[in-house]
């Protein structure tokens, strides 16, 4: 993924160190321990589970739980915000009790979280002029990213984007929310200890306030900061009289879509309180595609290098999703856009292209065709053929292509 590191390799930026122990007690100030978790941090996760997921239980109000996890795909988020929208107009949107979500899928998640009275606004957030800014960039401003990572906040169209929709409101609705129990999650990789950190933006947004938004602003930014392209984001932490600077970058980096944290699958941990739930999955991007003539450029290379690597990871980690439904006896329903879709590129943010994936997903989940089982997905991605001359979308992806009953 990451030959893009190389041209930056002896640069450095000015920043505090970082906290010298992996799991520590350092903190952004004035937040309690409950807000984040190194996820592999078994002592934290066994200690915080029964208030977590037992929240779960309560807000869904002696019914299933529901969890959506959202996946990373860059401008495949236009697809889960397209299958989120669809749902909602046909009134099968459940209200998720637990939503996760990395890179793309941390920016998506809010509004998932949140439901349908902010669907204008998730639609504006991932078809909008403000989200095609993150890639139009000349080359010297690209070069510049690479060898000065930190950059300058307010030119940075990714700072832009989150500033703009993370509002107070959003915020306070959030919070109302968590209030509830219901629980939003995302995943920042922390790369001074190079793990995948689980931040808690229900209980970030009940802190209330500016320093409340800020903290949310900047982990959903970092969540969404590929390394290379846009700068990282610096958190500031403190132990006691002891401050540090987190250096976060882009959650895909180390997880590309995920429900519980890795130390669940490690320690096969029973989760009474998960038993028969519905776990639903997003995939924002496509789990298999036809061959494409990658053009013998730099860009084109380390794109498709970048896509290939995170196609695998997601693969993988939809196999450990299924396996941690299996055990828990959880319902799985799985997504994703069809790999005879034209999607040209991850890095496609093209208001019209956008629109397109946007209102496609919309139409899937409006005729009840969004959601397959991972057998069906497997056999629909085998079936996969190239999008005709005609230039027609192919069906959507629970419904059966020909030759398949």
Not at 72 to 97: D, K
Not at 348 to 356: L, V
Not at 363 to 370: D, E, S, T
Request: some cysteine; glycine content about 10%.
């Amino acid at each position: 993924m990451f030959g893009l590191l190389a041209l930056a390799g002896c640069q450095t930026t000015p920043r505090r160190s970082a906290p010298p122990t992996l799991i520590g007690t350092a903190l952004p100030d004035g937040f309690p321990p409950s807000v984040r978790l190194v996820t592999t941090d078994l002592r934290t996760f066994t200690a915080s589970a029964p208030n977590f997921f037992g929240g779960l239980r309560a807000a869904a109000k002696g019914g299933k739980v529901d969890i959506l996890a959202l996946s990373g795909g860059g401008s495949g988020g236009a697809y889960g915000a397209g299958a989120l929208a669809g749902m909602s107009r046909a009134h099968t949107r459940p209200q998720f009790e637990l939503v996760t979500g990395a890179s793309a899928g941390a920016l998506l998640a809010p509004f998932a979280f949140l439901g349908p009275d902010w669907d204008a606004r998730m639609q504006e957030a991932f078809t909008g002029e403000r989200i095609a800014r993150l890639m139009r960039s000349p080359t010297r401003t690209i070069l510049a990213r690479l060898l000065w990572p930190r950059g300058l906040p307010h030119r940075n169209a990714l700072f832009q984007l989150v500033n703009h929709f993370v509002t107070p409101q959003m915020i306070a609705d959030v919070a109302h929310e968590a209030a509830k129990g219901r629980r939003l999650v995302v995943a920042t990789t922390d790369l001074d200890k190079h793990e995948t950190m689980l931040w808690n933006l229900g209980e970030i947004a009940q802190h209330g306030g500016p320093t409340a938004r800020r903290l949310f602003r900047d982990v959903l930014i970092a969540s969404a900061s590929v390394p290379g392209v846009f700068p990282p984001v610096l958190i500031h932490v403190r132990d006691g009289n002891r401050e540090y600077d987190e250096m976060h970058v882009d959650g895909g980096v180390t997880t590309s879509v995920f429900s519980m944290p890795m130390i669940v699958g490690i320690q096969s941990a029973d989760l009474p309180l998960l038993r028969g739930a519905h776990l639903y999955m997003i995939v924002n991007g496509q789990l298999a595609r036809t061959p494409q003539t990658t053009r013998y450029n730099t860009i084109d290379i380390l794109a498709n290098a970048f896509a290939a690597e995170m196609t695998y990871k997601t693969r993988e980690a939809i196999i450990d999703n299924i396996g941690a439904a299996q055990r828990l006896g959880m319902q799985f329903h799985l997504t994703e856009i069809p790999a005879d879709y034209p999607q040209t590129s991850f890095i496609d943010f093209e208001p019209k292209h956008m629109q397109a994936l946007f209102d496609y997903a919309a139409r899937c989940a409006a005729q009840g065709l969004l959601w397959m089982s991972p057998t069906q997905s497997i056999l629909r991605n085998m079936g996969a053929r190239r999008v005709g001359a005609s230039g027609d979308l192919p069906a959507c992806p629970a419904a059966p292509l020909a030759g398949q009953p």
